[in-house]
């Protein structure tokens, strides 16, 4: 009766097991966790967007201030000289080179003028690029966010369901013989799932193949009792 006992309680401790491994499979496998993947992603590209939207601006922001300081530095030096070409006193000979000078100077001026107003451009550009992408990364974070609070709260109710089968675990294993844990266990160790069945009749719990008369009988006579096709621990 003790032994009867014993394997009543190893099928109890398998149900218990196949429980805990069917939580832990959920808690591993949950919905959220790859919505919370693709939200880590969908950061990472906001993020790294972002920051090359960043980059753009900050180029423009620095070409525009070169080329704003050259454009000054520039008009100041043709308004210079056109003054000299205004203000006459001398030679032909000069007039005419301070003139060509004078034209070269107002064409690089409106090229720099030209310059300034693209750079202006890419800024503004830049700027609604970094504003829209600061706007789009805080609502992608606050849905990442909101998976992982889902999420934590989802593994908290799972583990507290896992404690509670973790100590009934404990409390049943202790009812059965050392022996047959270490069948059960090396039985577990090959993942077939259930590895202690109850023999109904001439039928196997486990793999639910028939047994013959006479391989009940052989079956029922070994310590413990092994079906003949799956080799899980039958219980009578």
Not at 104 to 119: N, P, T
Not at 170 to 182: C, P
Request: with cysteine; net charge negative.
């Amino acid at each position: 009766m003790e032994d009867l006992k014993s394997l009543e309680d190893l099928l109890e401790l398998m149900d218990v097991d196949l429980q805990i491994d069917k939580l832990l499979d959920e808690r591993g496998s949950l919905p959220a966790l790859a919505e919370y993947k693709s939200a880590h992603s969908e950061v990472e590209r906001v993020t790294a967007v972002a920051e090359e939207a960043r980059s753009a601006l900050a180029v423009a922001d620095r070409g525009l201030r070169k080329t704003n300081g050259e454009l000054e530095i520039m008009a100041e030096k043709a308004a210079s000289e056109q003054n000299r070409l205004y203000a006459g006193g001398i030679s032909a000979r000069d007039a005419d080179y301070l003139r060509r000078e004078v034209e070269m100077l107002h064409g690089k001026v409106s090229k720099m003028e030209d310059e300034v107003l693209e750079f202006l451009e890419a800024k503004e550009l830049a700027e609604a690029d970094v504003a829209g992408l600061s706007d789009e990364l805080v609502k992608v974070a606050e849905d990442k966010d909101e998976l992982g609070a889902l999420i934590t709260e989802q593994w908290r109710l799972i583990d507290k369901e896992l404690a509670v089968k973790e100590d009934r675990k404990r409390g049943t294993i202790e009812l059965v013989d050392e022996y047959l844990l270490e069948i059960y266990d090396d039985l577990r160790k090959t993942g077939k799932g259930r590895v202690v069945g109850r023999l109904a009749g001439d039928t196997c719990g486990s793999c639910h193949l028939k047994l013959s008369a006479a391989e009940v009988v052989r079956v029922q006579k070994q310590d413990p009792p092994r079906c003949i096709h799956c080799r899980a621990i039958l219980v009578g």
